[in-house]
């Protein structure tokens, strides 16, 4: 099975994009595409203590959180 590294969610004007990046949690919020994003990076240490929780569920919804969630306790348990 493959691992997944990025997730989205389009809406018109809208877009928000997560990835997993090295050891990392990258939260990309657009709003309009012409501009740069709003940009988190939240550590692996930082996001399963719960930072980014809040906008990845308003966003993307809690089944995506707990997916990524999984893959993150997956990658941190292989460091």
């Known amino acids: 099975m ?3 590294r990025y ?3 389009s809406e018109p004007y809208h877009l928000v994009e997560v990835l ?4 990392s949690i990258v939260f990309k919020d657009w709003f309009d595409s012409g ?3 709003n940009r988190y990076d939240w550590s692996f240490e930082e996001f399963l203590d719960g930072k980014g929780k809040s906008d990845i569920e308003y966003h993307l919804g809690s089944l995506d959180y707990q997916e990524i969630l999984n893959e993150v306790k997956k990658k941190f348990r292989e460091r």
């Open 2 to 4: 493959t691992e997944k």
């Open 7 to 9: 997730w989205k969610n």
């Open 20 to 23: 997993l990046e090295g050891n």
């Open 35 to 37: 501009k740069d994003p």
